[in-house]
């Protein structure tokens, strides 16, 4: 999912503050450990501090923060068994989804094979943020048609976790390798077989699993 900072205005406040701290979360403007004042920030959002605070604990609640007393809110560093998982859940998620979303409107297919482009391009440049970013608009794209509105909320929390360790680390050498895999689900779809599409997002969620039980993170 994509968020951006639009105009305060179009929604409530606290939501507004919620979505913009948390873009900032995930793309490492704010890095693990940074502090987050109540005070501060409702200077910045000319509001009183009651949106921040329920802005605050919305994003603790999500566990992209943490609240400790006498020392503030802080940016959580989510730990290797909760991003574990998050992919583990990821996994069920995505699996069933894709076979909900067959067959797959043309739109939808063309959005994929924009966003499936995009993440090979990347790939090539060894450049991960935008990688992780279109491999996001990939994988909620499926959950989304999936029509399933709850699948969707879940998965859109889980992506909290997994960005934020995905942002810290740099594995320039494998992103071909995993941008190549999702050809094959691509192509799984447009043969509307949602079956064995689901199964290979699941078997790339597990080895995703594997790699972190070692120590890494792919995106």
Known sequence: ?????????????????????????????????????????????????????????????????????????RVRSPNATEIAESYALRAILEARSAELACPCPAPMLEELKQALGEMHQAAEERDVPRYIRQAMIFHRRIVEQSGNRLFLHTWDNLQTLAQMHLVAHRLMDTLPIYASAHDAIYDALIQEDGGHAGKLLRQLMELLVTQLSDGDVLP
């Open 1 to 73: 999912m994509t968020l951006t900072e639009i105009p305060f205005q179009r929604r409530c406040m606290r939501d507004q503050i919620r979505d913009t701290l948390l873009q900032r979360i995930l793309r490492g403007i704010y890095p693990a450990g940074h502090r987050l004042i109540e005070l501060d920030l409702a200077d910045e959002f000319q509001v009183s501090q009651s949106p921040v605070r329920e802005a605050l604990r919305e994003l603790e609640a999500m566990g992209a923060v943490e609240s400790i007393r006498y020392r503030g809110t």
